[in-house]
């Protein structure tokens, strides 16, 4: 690890102050990626910028007809909340899925979002969901957030303060573990809203996407059959020492399918 | 001694320390003017190195020194260890390169040590250590055993031909030829066994300190094997084993990895001499996969010859066995010194097994738990399945039919092992209840509803432990009669304090809160070996058990010279004079003891004892495991359902203890089947599986409840009568699970998984199995 100054942001204006000022800073939440990438000496940032003492960055609650998850609130708590069981049982399943107990508890739904690992189960949850994600400056919905291999919207400058999640008429998030890491080889997000379906797939493109040929059929008939033999192409997918694309492509079809056979 | 005796299932004593943070591991030790080293490691599998820089590095603030291979071969060092007495086909030695700490002119392996910095901090040197400018040519490599011995491979050392380290030949060749003429059937498998890492929870790490004034070197470190290790690096050092001290505090696991001299234990030591400070060093995570020695990786071409019957004639094994780019006493062990388990329990008359060990461009190997015993284990077990799949034979029929019975004992094997005891086919039939044997295919049916394909699998594996060998243990009272008790072992997690306190509660009658157990110094520790190959139990058991009853016998006479009578009985901790109701319990003798009015004339004063024991054979734990598991026909992922084990480890010391053992044995043995694999790139030799988020460990969710039972046969070649049981359950796992999965998979018509059988490769297979069929 190199050297750098550690800042605690008092507020969300401070922390952007800060971001647009200082040389090359860095915010840091629950640090599970950003820490490591420094301990690896992969990353040398000037400076970084606590998210932790902000209070109003913390916290889930349901308000109207959607649940909305505070940058800094760790998975376990998603996990955990009885409100978030309630009203959006799939996102509270697909928290507690995240990496390990240990990961769960320092993580944060900022950090994932703003990370874009290609890997991550939040970009799912996100796009899947119809989710908004709300920074100090704007309003950006998801299908518009992730725009590539750890690449998003997000501007110089901007935090993260919220994830604002539309509630489903139901939803269902199934993910393949990656047997080393936890984290999804694939990871597929189906959610109704009322006569409208949405698929979103993590863990085997370079970023979070959606599978319109799956959602069409489910909106014609919402039925695991609907989908059983929808091949998904392996062209665009990644392969790596794991798990090939084509394998992907095959596990897509097949999560996609279980999840909806799980909702119906 | 009650609860505390042996047999009991006593939890362990150490546990509360190590549990709460107490534990004093190499990292947890700081030395007054302490500096520490930093390893420049090779980018490269195969490259010559064309020029060093180092000056910017030594102008790095903080920097004390920084080493290069120059370094060392001016201080008057030698080469680290290097394995001798094996020779080539030719009958001309082995291939033995010279081995500095750090590359002399070329690097061999990604991660090869090149330059050593000491700096004030870590941080230091390591930001100096990327100030070094090393000009690299870079050299074609092979990392693939199989590839290393192939003519035109890349050579590893330039005057060794074909990179092969040696060859070595076991068994009768004419026998078994005659065996495989006759043969009715004959079934021919190559096994090709992965490379995996040890994945210690404490990395490897030394403090090394040169005390310049007292001309005497102590290396703090992690190892198996105390004076041994003292006894290889003074021979390095080139002075007399009294200059050197070697201390291991406590040791977050080996499985055999810390048992040798690396390279870093050098450069701490050189790092002090010429600083003048203490130097340390700990290996980081990510950096212990490119430095750590890794385990197996060979490639075994094997043949079954049978008759009409199912009765085996003959095993012809050839093997290709890695070595990695340099070797160290013990790194080629595995290639031969437990082929005897190819034999298994069965009665095969001719067997002959041609290894050949072969460098390559990888790290060096060392024993991973079983050295050798897994992997002849899942190449004799899957033969059996293979040949009970030609055969038409159920795979519990055609093992019972071959398997040695007890009456035959001792029974001379077609390989080295000449066992003493068994039961074998009582030990099947007893697990084949436990799993339910019967019943299994009913449950396979109702697995098919659900669209899970499963499968049983059975080993029954053999294999040898405490090789012929010696343990010191001294039992020391202090005047007021608590005892500290020490022996040559090493304990890295296996509980040798427990066992230990154990026995000397039980022979002696001291409670164990008044025993203190003291591994791992050389200074302290009299005489003795270390920890491996499963030989704690029966040698350093052993010693504790004699050096007790020597406390026992003189106290004995101290007792009766007390109470003036002849003769005393001692049981319990205490002893009775005959026909009298006077006692004296242990601690007043040994109280007494340091009175020279109380011992009779002529007797040394105090109760302390001293024990160098040592055996002439080896002993053979035995056992059968049973899983059955269950493939995801979408998705190729493997779940297990159950699992047992009945083993004969001899006499029982610690239940708890045993079963741990097992328990974990098995966790490492299903984790290569199921996942772990150290992958390297075949171009550029680079290591694909450096970190944890690539390289797969089992995690306890993966397991179903491990049913264990002990069915003990005690072997009469110590004086415990216990069989090693530290490598059992990673010899019986792997086999086990192989035979399982194909098994599962056998209805399309599968004959093999090739380990790791991961997902992906499963669903392969299964894919392949059906279009082959349709
Ligand atoms: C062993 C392990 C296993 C894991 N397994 C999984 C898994 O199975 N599934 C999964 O989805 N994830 C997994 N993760 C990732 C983890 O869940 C976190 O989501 C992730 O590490 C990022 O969150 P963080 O709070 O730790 O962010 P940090 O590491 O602190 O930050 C990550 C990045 O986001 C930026 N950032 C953080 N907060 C904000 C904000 N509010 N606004 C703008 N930018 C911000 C930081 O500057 C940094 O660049 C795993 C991580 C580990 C270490």
Known sequence: MHNFNYHRAADVADASGKLTSLEDPKILAGGMTLLPTLKNRLAAPSDLIDLAAIADLKGVSVEGDEVVVRAMTPHAVVAASAEVQKALPALAQLAGNIGDPAVRHRGTIGGSVANSDPAADYPAGCVGLDATIVTNKRKIAADDFFLGLFETALEEGEVITSVRFKIPTRAHYMKFRHPASGYAVVGVMVAQYGSKARVAVTGAGPCVFRLSEMEAALEKSFAPSSIANIKVSAEQLMGDIHCSAEYRAHLITVYARRAVEAMV | ?774
Request: glycine letters at 10%; proline letters at 5%.
């Open chain 2, 1 to 774: 001694m009650g609860e505390f005796a042996i047999g009991q299932p006593v939890t362990r004593f150490e546990d509360p320390r190590l549990l709460r943070g107490g534990g004093r591991y190499v990292d947890d030790l700081a030395i007054p003017g302490m500096l520490f080293g930093q390893v420049l490691r090779s980018p490269h599998a195969h490259a010559k190195i064309k020029s060093i820089d180092i000056s910017r590095a030594k102008a790095a603030p903080g920097v004390a020194a920084v080493l290069v291979n120059e370094d060392w071969a001016t201080s008057g060092f030698g080469d680290l260890p290097r394995a001798e007495g094996k020779k080539k086909r030719d009958g001309s030695p082995m291939y033995r390169p010279h081995f500095p700490a750090l590359a002399k002119d070329k690097v061999r392996y990604v991660g090869d040590p090149v330059a050593f910095v000491v700096a004030e901090t870590v941080e230091q040197a390591q930001d100096a250590a990327e100030l070094i400018d090393v000009d690299y040519e870079i050299l074609p490599c092979v990392t693939s055993v199989a590839l290393g011995s192939e003519p035109g491979a890349p050579l590893v050392w330039d005057d060794c031909e074909n990179n092969i380290c040696f060859v070595h030949l076991e068994g009768n060749k004419e026998k078994t030829e005659e065996a495989f003429a006759k043969a009715d059937h004959i079934i021919k498998k190559r096994f090709v066994i992965t490379r995996v890492t040890a994945a210690t929870m404490e990395t490897r790490g030394s403090i090394g300190h040169y005390d310049k004034a007292a001309d005497r070197y102590t290396i703090y470190t992690t190892l198996q094997r105390a004076l041994n290790f003292r006894e290889e690096l003074a021979e390095t050092l080139n002075i007399p084993e009294s200059r050197l001290r070697v201390v291991a505090g406590d040791i977050g696991g080996s499985f055999g990895m810390k048992s040798g001299v690396f390279n870093e234990v050098g450069l701490v030591l050189l790092g002090s001499k010429v600083t003048g400070r203490p130097v340390k060093w700990v290996c980081t995570r990510s950096e212990s996969f490119i430095a750590d020695a890794h385990g197996r990786d060979n490639v075994s071409d094997a043949e079954m010859a049978l008759d009409k019957n199912g009765m085996f004639m003959g095993l012809r094994v050839r093997n290709l066995v890695n070595m990695g780019a340099y070797t160290q006493p013990g790194t080629d062990a595995g290639a031969f010194s437990n082929l005897g388990t190819l034999a298994g329990v069965y009665l095969t008359p001719a067997i002959h097994v041609d290894v050949t060990a072969v460098y390559t461009n990888t790290n060096i190997m060392r024993p991973f738990r079983g050295n050798g015993r897994p992997e002849a284990a899942f190449v004799i077990e899957r033969l059996v399945d293979l040949a009970a799949d030609e055969l038409g034979i159920d795979p519990a029929e055609i093992r019972r039919r071959n398997m040695i019975p007890p009456e035959k004992m001792p029974f001379q094997t077609g390989l080295s092992f000449n066992l003493d005891c068994g039961e074998f086919e009582q030990v099947l039939d007893q697990s084949l209840e436990m799993v339910d044997y019967k019943g299994f295919e009913a449950r396979r049916a109702e697995a098919r509803k659900r669209g899970k394909l499963r499968g049983i699998g059975m080993s029954y594996t053999i294999e040898k432990a405490a090789a012929p060998g010696y343990e010191g243990a001294e039992v020391r009272f202090d005047r007021t009669g608590s005892v500290t008790v020490l022996t040559g072992a090493v304990t890295q997690g296996q509980g040798h304090e427990t066992v230990f306190k154990q026995i000397v509660s039980d022979t002696l009658g001291i409670h164990p809160d008044e025993i203190h157990y003291l591994q791992g110094d050389t200074d302290q520790v009299f005489f003795g070996e270390g920890t491996g190959g499963s030989r704690t139990a029966a040698l350093g058991g052993s010693a504790v058990t004699v050096a007790t009853g020597k406390v026992v016998d003189k106290a004995k006479k101290i007792a009766a010279h007390m109470m003036g009578v002849d003769e005393v009985d001692f049981a319990e901790g205490v002893f009775t004079a005959r026909e009298t109701n006077r006692t004296l319990s242990m601690k007043e003798v040994a109280r007494a003891a340091m009175s020279p009015k109380n011992i009779p004339q002529g007797m040394e004063l105090g109760l302390n004892a001293t024990a160098a024991y040592h055996t002439t054979k080896q002993n053979y734990p035995n056992g059968c495991h049973i899983v059955e598991l269950e493939i995801d026909e979408d998705t190729g992922q493997v779940e297990m359902d159950r699992y047992v084990v009945v083993d004969d480890v001899g006499t029982v010391l610690n239940p708890l203890l045993l079963k741990g053992q097992i328990i974990g044995g098995i966790s490492q043995g299903v984790g290569q089947m199921l996942m772990e694999h150290i992958r390297f790139d075949p171009q550029d030799g680079q290591n694909l599986t450096g970190s944890f988020m690539d390289y797969a460990m089992p995690h306890a969710e993966i397991f179903p409840h491990i049913d264990i039972k002990s069915h003990s046969v005690p072997t009469k070649t110590n004086i415990l009568g216990v069989k090693g049981a530290g490598e059992a359950g990673c010899v019986g796992a792997l086999p086990a699970v192989a035979n399982a999965l194909v098994d599962a998979l056998s209805h399309l018509g599968v004959k093999h998984v090739e380990m790791p059988a991961t997902p992906e490769r499963v669903w392969r297979i299964m894919q392949e199995a059906k279009a082959g069929r349709a």
